[in-house]
């Protein structure tokens, strides 16, 4: 089975604070997806990318970062942590490719972030 | 840009009975893909079923169907029987053929089971 694992399930944290949420994947996926899931507007795109050390801004870049160094690990950086940060951060990883076998995103567990 | 739009921020439902929920979206594209994504209680995100567009057939797994009407871009999933363990946030996604392979969700609907 595929797995995709955040490193934690639930975070606290200062304001100001930088925070680093990690998500690894053992499938040899190319794509990988942090979203950040708040209710009433569902799943949201902060950031993605497609290979090693590549990314791209998502719908909601503003206020976080994220690294690529390996191929199974994504990580989603908060430079400077702040309340309108706390919400629900879901990874997810996928296969590249047009194929209708490779659309399926496989998501981790989530972490649930609260900064005070 | 691509949005997809759920506009029943909960439904319930009485055990064995069917439900139906809805989602809509808007892109300029002629082929993607549409999902529907359960998200129960443990958190984590199951595809429940998926759709290309270009397929004029609408998808069915066991208990759950769509109805798939693209001139309309309405993408709805009909739950058969429904069963306790169904009870979860379900998400509408859409995804692009070709290009950026992200996916694009909605709001969600939450869905109670009534016993």
């Known amino acids: 089975d595929v797995k995709v694992t955040q490193s934690s399930r639930y975070l606290v944290k200062r304001t100001g604070e930088k925070v680093f949420l990690e998500c690894v994947q053992d499938?040899?996926?190319?794509?990988m997806f942090w979203y950040r899931q708040d209710p009433g507007l569902g799943l949201r795109l902060i950031y993605f990318?497609?290979?090693?050390?590549?990314?791209e801004k998502g719908d909601i870049p503003e206020g976080y970062s994220v690294s690529r160094e390996k191929k199974e690990r994504f990580s989603l950086i908060l430079e400077s942590a702040s309340t309108n940060q706390t919400s629900m951060y879901l990874c997810?990883?996928?296969?590249f490719g047009p194929g209708q076998e490779n659309t399926e995103a496989f998501f981790g567990q989530g972490t649930r972030l609260t900064v005070v | 840009a691509q949005t997809v739009t759920q506009s029943q921020p909960e439904m319930s439902v009485q055990e064995a009975e069917t439900v139906t929920l809805s989602c809509t979206y808007d892109t300029s594209e002629s082929d993607y893909y549409l999902f529907w994504y359960k998200q129960p209680p443990s958190r984590q995100m199951i595809l429940v079923i998926r759709q290309e567009a270009y397929k004029q057939q609408n998808a069915t797994e066991n208990r759950f169907s769509v109805n798939f009407q693209k001139a309309a871009k309405s993408f709805s999933l009909k739950i058969s029987d429904s069963q306790l363990g169904d009870a979860a946030m379900y998400f509408c996604?859409?995804?692009?053929?070709?290009?950026?392979?992200?996916?694009?969700f909605g709001q969600g609907t939450r869905l109670t089971i009534n016993p």
């Open positions: 997810a990883s996928s296969l």
């Open positions: 499938m040899d996926h190319e794509n």
């Open positions: 990318s497609y290979d090693v050390k590549m990314k």
């Open positions: 996604a859409y995804r692009v053929i070709q290009g950026a392979q992200k996916l694009v």
